[in-house]
Structures are given as structure tokens and as C-alpha cells.
């Protein structure tokens, strides 16, 4: 069984920062893309960061130069450090997988259970 799992979300003022974590399990020898997504309250789910094997990595633009995309191979464990947070980047944050190098939710295979992120100003 494939799960992800999220943890480290919570509250924070408007220019800290917070770091996510999730924990990949069941993906045996098959090799996804394992990518952070978010979602608003009232918006459309949407990209935030994805990196592969080698640690090329994909930014949305609300995210590039603020957020950073890391992963733990040994551990597998995935990683998004977010710093300057603003109040627009509340949101459920959900850790997710998938085979297509894009932050297109359509590709999306699994989705972790998301962690709630609020930045208040």
C-alpha cells in the first residue's frame, strides 16, 4: 500500500517560516515524482514545487526563491522549506506523487491526507 504523509504544518506570522515533511511508503522500486501542491480556501488545488531522482526541481512562481524542495532518499522523506510566508500562502499543503515531470494536478497518482499552513499577517 502507497501512503504519504504529511506533518509540520501550523501557524505562523506573515515573513517566517515552516518546514513540511512527508513520509513516502510503499513505492518499492518504481520511481515517482514527488511534488507539493496546495490549496486555498475557495481556489483550485495548485503546484507548488516537484523534484526528481537526480534533485531537478520545478517551482511555481508564487513559490520560486521563498520555497525550497528537498528529499531524503534513504529516508524517504520529502521535504518543503518555506521562508518570507505570506498570508496568501495559507492553504492545505498535500504531498503527492506521480509520473509526469509537471505540476499539473491531472498527473497527480497519490495524494497525501494535506496539512493545514496559516500565515497571518
Known amino acids: 500500500q502507497r501512503t504519504l504523509v504529511e506533518s509540520g504544518g501550523g501557524s505562523v506570522e506573515a515573513g517566517g517560516s515552516l518546514r513540511l515533511s512527508c513520509a513516502a511508503s510503499?513505492?518499492?522500486?518504481?520511481?515517482?515524482?514527488l511534488a507539493w501542491f496546495r490549496q486555498a480556501p475557495g481556489k483550485e488545488r495548485e503546484g507548488v514545487a516537484l523534484i526528481d531522482s537526480r534533485g531537478n526541481t520545478i517551482y511555481a512562481d508564487s513559490a520560486q526563491g521563498r520555497f525550497t524542495i528537498s528529499q531524503d532518499n534513504a529516508k524517504n522523506t520529502l521535504y518543503l522549506q518555506m521562508n518570507s510566508l505570506k498570508p496568501d500562502d495559507t492553504a492545505i499543503y498535500y504531498c503527492?506523487?506521480?509520473?509526469?515531470?509537471?505540476?499539473?494536478?491531472?498527473?497527480?497518482?497519490?495524494w497525501g491526507q494535506g496539512t493545514q499552513v496559516t500565515v497571518s499577517s
Open positions: 503527492a506523487a506521480g509520473r509526469r515531470f509537471d505540476l499539473a494536478v491531472k498527473n497527480v497518482m497519490y
Open positions: 510503499g513505492y518499492g522500486y518504481v520511481r515517482y515524482f
